[in-house]
């Protein structure tokens, strides 16, 4: 059992339909501990949701609190805090497989943030050469030189996902809690967390978050760009401005997949008084 209690067959005869036995060799271990405070959490989060006695209202005004300490007390039964705080290959091996050349997870996680940036770089350099004139393909050419030395300036804000930062995304642990979607000023699930420092497979899972554009990349800051070279007339475009709605966490939110909105952003576009230097910062 669960507790270490040896059975026999006639404790077997007890057991109902559907029970599941799990055959272990004697190095081996099953995580029985994380799975019952999950079931805990369900369980407690449900009975405040009943309000059905007086214990419940006892309880409301704690709620969030608990549930908080309650998930944080399940991560830190998940992963031994030895195997979360190391950030050497010869600490975690097991973190590192498929990083042949890595040796540092902080490493790992700056280069996983800088690519996501440099994604958006390339990327939007090659939708507005597309469908910007030639006329202004030097104008264009002249923006993306000013990002690239914004960007190389800041080593692509590869610092969003390395715990210990100062303008990390993630607790000193290392912990990511999801920003919420596009219009609301936080998540409202409690479960929306994840920590890739501490294993392999939240580090694969993590990559399913998304770094979202509140004013969106591809609707509203393209266009707008496309818009202000063509309108320009001798201005000089306000590449900082731009460069912060594509690159930082001015515009850009960390956000579970659920909470990764695709549909229209609503009420929130470029500025068009921001869109020249000589219009406004």
Known sequence: LEDGTEIDDEYLATCG????????RP???IKYIPQ???ELVGHFTRLLASRSNEVVAALEPYKSQLIEQML?????????????LADNKDQDPKWFEGEKRA???????????KTRIKGYFYKSKEDLQKCVSENGKQCLSQLFEEFSALLRAGDHNGHYFVRGEKEALCCEKGQFLCQGTFSKPSCDSRVHRINPYGSREQLVCFSTWNLDHRVERSRSILPAIGKAIEEANGRILNARYFYKLLFTTDNLKLVHPVCHIK???GGFKCER???YVDDGA
């Open 103 to 113: 040796t540092s997870k902080r490493k790992v996680m700056r280069e996983r943030a």
């Open 27 to 29: 190095s081996e271990t």
């Open 72 to 84: 944080g007390n399940i991560e830190s039964l998940e992963v031994p805090e030895h195997v979360l």
């Open 273 to 275: 008084a921001h869109w």
């Open 36 to 38: 019952k405070a999950k």
């Open 263 to 265: 549909s229209e952003h």
């Open 17 to 24: 339909d559907y029970t599941v036995f799990s055959v272990l």
